[in-house]
């Protein structure tokens, strides 16, 4: 079957560094998406990783490795904002999205 | 009004009623998508239209019907829902349709339907 791993919750401190893994063993691969979710509104996009390597966007960046079917969101300089649920979403071969359960972060000051 | 807007953002509804959830894309986008979102649970892809025609149709009970007059909207009827229904429905759309969704998908806020 086709399965996305993340942790349920995490909690970091403003200013902090943060980064949430998120495991996949999925038919095929087409990209991975990183998604952001705030409490009560809807998920908005992050970013798309389809090659292995880290893509910086800002404080946040994303890692892939296709090999170990692995990728992580990594937040710098946090801040309270950035307390959300943060959405892994896999492309599989057959172009369907399957979605990770979101990794809650929580931001304390 | 930009980006994706769904009404109502809140809805109480009982198993015997009758409701409608509405969704309007202002991005002149291809594709328009039908989630739910259960707590702590992955999205699960309800419906997809693409260019106002069905595409994807996940086993979905069939207490729940889309409509998509038009590439800007699209709609979920709703009638004699179970308690177990009750979570948060969103929508999303994106330029074209790549077999379930390979582009980026904007979302709507999403209604919140409590079913008693």
């Known amino acids: 079957g086709q399965n996305i791993d993340q942790p349920t919750e995490m909690t970091a401190t403003e200013g902090a560094i943060v980064q949430i893994n998120c495991t996949y063993q999925t038919s095929g691969f087409n990209g991975l998406f990183w998604y952001q979710q705030h409490a009560g509104e809807a998920p908005t996009f992050l970013s798309y990783n389809v090659l292995d390597g880290l893509e910086e966007k800002g404080r946040f960046s994303s890692f892939l490795s296709r090999s170990k079917g692995y990728s992580y969101l990594l937040l710098k300089e946090l801040q309270m904002k950035d307390s959300a649920s943060y959405l892994c979403a896999v492309l599989d071969s057959n172009y369907q999205l399957i979605w990770g359960a979101g990794t809650k972060l929580i931001i304390k000051p | 009004e930009t980006g994706v807007t769904q009404t109502p953002r809140h809805l109480v509804m009982g198993m015997t009623n009758k409701k409608s959830l509405k969704c309007e894309q202002h991005l002149g986008h291809n594709a328009m998508y039908w989630y739910k ?24 009970p069939s207490r729940f019907s889309p409509e998509c007059p038009n590439s800007s909207h699209l709609f979920l009827h709703l009638h004699t829902l179970q308690p177990e229904d009750s979570a948060l429905y969103l929508c999303a759309s994106s330029q074209d349709f790549s077999r379930g969704g390979g582009e980026t998908q904007y979302f709507g806020p999403g209604t919140r339907l409590l079913v008693l």
Not at chain 2, 47 to 60: C, G, K, T, W
């Open chain 2, 37 to 60: 979102q259960s707590a702590k649970k992955p999205l699960e892809l309800m419906f997809v239209y693409s260019l106002e025609e069905r595409v994807e149709n996940n086993s979905v």
